[in-house]
């Protein structure tokens, strides 16, 4: 349960690293608003045509009596926008995250130059069209495994009482996993670590995993929310990375002359000052 608390605090930690950094949370939004428009356009154009592709793709059904057809097509329409829509969850971050890599790149470096006791962020070395690559390689290997999370999870959902309580909330789980893993590959990327080396640094800390990733999947259900607490929840993942790493955090930015960092101990009350 520790963890679990750890885990969102550093979510909330991340919040506050760029509240506290108006320009970079300013920066960080961009890569958002722009997957949040193509998605919308994309579930738009598929609640607009999605009941004829159904019908495109089920010709059997042509023949069947009134009104079976339509209520066959109509429940088929509407499983197929629930799973986008959850893809549409599921992959968001992805998305954006392989949009915004520059941005939050950046972001990344400035939060991870912030809290190192020596002012220092980890460099891949790479150029930047082969970072996209790797992001790009790996985000797709995400989404993958989350498609076929999804898909269980769908099935399960038909499983009476079970599927109405237990698969919902595990639901959030997974998709607070893989929202985790895609967060916290912008800081362990450049650290040069390797997706199945995440996964298995991930998994070792499940309950600090869930802790931040599963507020952050309920409140990325919320329409807009996801754009605004992306910069935020890049920040957090930062920290959290460098937490599963065992590299040291500096509170506050020391570094920087961060008031709580530095303020120096005062002498009790009625002690008299040292002699000259």
């Known amino acids: 349960m520790r963890d679990l608390r750890t885990g969102f605090r550093y979510l909330l930690k991340g919040q506050r690293w760029v509240a506290r950094h108006g320009k970079s949370y300013g920066f960080g939004l961009l890569p958002g608003l722009i997957t949040l428009v193509l998605y919308g356009a994309a579930l738009v154009a598929l609640a607009l045509w999605g009941e004829d592709a159904v ?67 980890p460099e891949s070395g ?5 970072d996209l690559w790797i992001s790009a390689r790996d985000s797709l290997r995400i989404v993958v495994r989350a498609a076929l999370w999804g898909l269980l999870l769908f099935a399960c959902g038909f499983i009476p009482v079970v599927g109405q309580t237990a698969v919902p909330v595990l639901g959030f789980f997974v998709t607070g996993f893989f929202l985790t893993e895609e967060l916290t590959a912008v800081a362990l990327q450049r650290r040069s670590v390797e997706l199945r080396d995440r996964l298995t640094l991930l998994r070792s800390r499940r309950m600090l995993v869930w802790g931040f990733g599963t507020p952050l999947a309920v409140a990325f259900l ?27 955090i500096v509170e506050g930015g020391a570094k920087h002359g961060d008031q709580a960092a530095t303020t120096l101990p005062q002498p009790p009350s009625g002690s008299s000052s040292p002699a000259r």
Do not use: K
């Not at 790479?126 to 082969?130: A, E, V």
């Not at 996801?226 to 890049?234: C, K, R, S």
């Open 222 to 248: 919320v329409p807009f929310v996801a754009v605004f607490l992306m910069p935020g929840a890049v920040a957090g993942a930062t920290l959290m990375a460098r937490e599963l790493r065992g590299e040291e």
């Open 126 to 130: 790479l150029p930047l069209w082969r």
């Open 55 to 121: 019908a495109w793709a089920t010709p059997f059904a042509d023949d069947w009596s009134s009104p079976w057809s339509g209520l066959f097509r109509g429940f088929l329409t509407a499983v197929l926008f629930a799973l986008c829509l959850l893809l549409a969850v599921v992959t968001f971050t992805a998305v954006t995250l392989l949009i915004g890599q520059p941005f939050y790149e950046n972001l990344s470096e400035r939060v991870d130059r912030d809290v190192s006791p020596d002012g220092h962020a």
